[in-house]
């Protein structure tokens, strides 16, 4: 498995935001076909290993809305502050603890059987994949000490946009799954039908005007280069680990390449 890293320093031009805009959609595409072919294997596992993919994303689930109030702390006044703590509101839950996507997720989880009813949040904590844990640590370390422009590509828009291609790509797929399906009206979709339907396309386009705003303060465009290369990290950090869960429960055969 390749590592993720920074993109060696070169001299190149300075990117124009409607440029970063158009590659990130390019982006956005390439990951969604790559995705829908690796998670075609999806529905032929046995429910065993897709309990151990989907409880892994959890901590991704989890890890997000820190990070996002990372970024709320660092942002001065404005659109994109605003945003984002309304975007950290809606994450947990608006203030009812039993909305908060965290706790909706868990309770996917426990109705497809990948937890058990009453296991301690330390239990769940150790549980974590090393890799998975390792990527998250990374984020959160990235969004806490990197430049400000740098942390809003990675996580506001590398996390916040992205995320939204796999979500959708992995519903599909699980919902096709022979125990889905034969126990489908006994799962709580809560959160699929918030983070696979039109909530994650608004939430898209909001981000999107709001960085637009925050980049063109005083008269005139910032550098676009730390956006970006935040981004590619973002996007590159998902596709590692669904690599790693991947690689980790599906068999030779079925993954990418083969």
Known sequence: MSRISDRPASPRSRPSLEAFWERAAISKLQAKFAVAKEMEALPRLPIEQLRAIAFQYRYFTQAFVTDLAFLVARCPEGPLRSLLGQLVNEELGEGDPERAHMRLYDRFLYSIGAIEP??????????????????????????????????????????????????????VHLRRHPFILQHEAEIDWAFWDIHAGHA???????????????????????????????????????????????????????????
């Open 118 to 171: 009453g296991t301690p949040a330390g239990q769940l904590r150790e549980q974590a994949h090393p890799r998975v844990r390792a990527l998250i640590d990374e984020l959160r370390d990235r969004t806490a000490h990197r430049p400000l422009l740098y942390a809003i590509g990675m996580r506001g828009l590398g996390g916040e946009c992205v995320c939204g291609v796999y979500f959708n790509v992995m519903h």
């Open 200 to 258: 994650d396309l608004e939430h898209n386009e909001l981000v999107r005007a709001a960085v637009r705003e925050f980049l063109h303060r005083d008269d005139g465009a910032q550098d676009v280069a730390e956006l970006s290369d935040g981004f590619d990290y973002g996007t590159a950090t998902w596709d590692s680990f669904w690599t790693t869960v991947y690689t980790e429960h599906v068999p030779e055969h079925g993954r990418r390449g083969n």
